[in-house]
């Protein structure tokens, strides 16, 4: 069987796929594996997930979702997935404080690639992480902790699978709140570039789409808490609030989207951009995101504009987000806020990638950072350049798993 991730743009070459039912399980194809690599949801549009020898998907895995009500965490297996996890969450009474922008994801493949939601004061999903337990290269199942090593999750929780396969995770959780999300239209560009940092404070959440052809942010959609007021800033602006639900891409179907018009509902009802059981996005696409610091969003923003007409033939839509700084090792958030650029190209990497490599030269006097599970052009030493704690995420690497 010829597996592949969710675009279908990359064919995963592993010579075995494996789908164990338990921890034990998973051990044994560790311990007896060369190279061994897991696979969560297949979001990644890149080769993170593959390997020329063992493949594994914990999907399979039984479902633990232990609350702690003390503490305010939860502890998940490994193959749990966003809208699996948030569902049996809210039952209980209890919260993720975010989440990313579809809830399809699997929360340990999110974290290991530094996946975000959106929101001034909300850092990345795996900000969230207090407790991990891997199951290392010698089929030993080891256990980190915040309160025992701080440092250590820093450095694990955006690991890339590089120390092993997540087999547990024990994430901070809060009582469980409602949303409700407005979206806006035709906000003016001068007023997005000149506020960006007002219009991403105006919600719990808030995105901005644009093509960056027009003078024009298309759509601003702005998820508030019930416990919050709204300003409303893209109204003040000159935007005009939407009269019915929008899908991002224009010329689709709001149908998969989560309901909007002020209607509140629950916090994983209205986080998320799209609801399970639904296609996310357009589906049929390739995506890039790249993080630089919110001080130079204004400049990159400006260039952004400039490019317009030379993305135009290959993007679908752009997403302007913000997140929050954080201490993880290889987050592109790492000790910076970061306003981030989503893109949502076409799915033909022949005419994507030259635009790509023009859009990352043109962002580098930003020193932008790419998302680790998706497509960027950049080389190793500009990577290594951009993220100040990669040597020594190798080297911990190394200390950890010395024959890789």
């Known amino acids: 069987m010829v597996e592949h991730n969710w675009a279908g743009n990359v064919v995963y070459g592993a010579a075995r796929f494996h789908q164990p039912v338990s921890v034990a399980e998973v051990q044994a194809v560790v311990s007896s594996s060369a190279k061994v690599r897991a696979v969560g949801s297949r979001h990644s549009f890149n080769t993170v997930a593959d390997t020329t020898g063992d493949q594994i998907s914990l999907a399979a895995l039984p479902r633990v979702v232990e609350i702690d009500a003390d503490a305010h965490t939860v502890t998940i297996d490994g193959g749990i997935k966003y809208g699996e996890l948030a569902t049996m969450l809210d039952e209980r009474g209890w919260a993720l404080a975010n989440l990313a922008s579809l809830p399809h994801i699997s929360v340990a493949g999110a974290c290991a690639t530094g996946t975000h939601g959106s929101g001034a004061g909300n850092g990345n999903l795996a900000t969230a992480v207090q407790a991990m337990e891997i199951v290392t290269a010698s089929g030993d199942l080891v256990a980190i902790s915040r309160d025992d090593d701080a440092q250590l999750v820093d450095a694990m929780a955006v690991g890339l699978g590089a120390f092993g396969i997540v087999t547990s995770l024990t994430l901070a959780v809060e009582p469980t709140f409602e949303v409700f999300q407005h979206v806006y239209e035709h906000l003016p560009m001068s007023a997005a570039i000149e506020q960006v940092d007002q219009i991403m404070a105006d919600g719990y959440s808030v995105s901005m789409f644009t093509s960056w052809q027009a003078d024009e942010i298309e759509q601003v959609w702005c998820k508030r808490r019930m416990a919050g007021d709204g300003a409303a800033v893209p109204a003040v602006l ?116 030259p635009v790509l490599a023009r859009l990352e030269s043109a962002l580098a006097p930003f020193d932008a950072r790419p998302h680790w599970g998706k497509l960027s052009t950049l080389g190793g030493d500009v990577i290594r350049s951009r993220f100040e704690r990669l040597d020594a995420f190798e080297q911990l690497v190394n200390e950890r798993d010395p024959t890789e």
């Open 238 to 353: 000159g935007a005009i609030p939407a009269t019915r639900n929008l899908h991002p891409i224009a010329e689709l179907s709001a149908e998969p989207c989560t309901e909007q018009l002020g209607v509140a509902g629950s916090w994983h009802e209205r986080l998320p951009h799209f609801r399970m059981g639904f296609t996310p996005s357009s589906g049929d696409e390739l995506q890039s995101e790249l993080f630089v610091a919110s001080a130079e969003a204004v400049g990159a923003m400006h260039t952004l504009v400039e490019l317009g007409r030379e993305l135009a033939p290959v993007l679908k839509v752009s997403e302007v987000r913000a997140v929050a700084a954080d201490t993880l090792w290889l987050s592109p958030c790492f000790q910076r806020d970061c306003i981030v650029f989503h893109f949502t190209w076409i799915p033909s990497w022949p005419d994507v990638q």
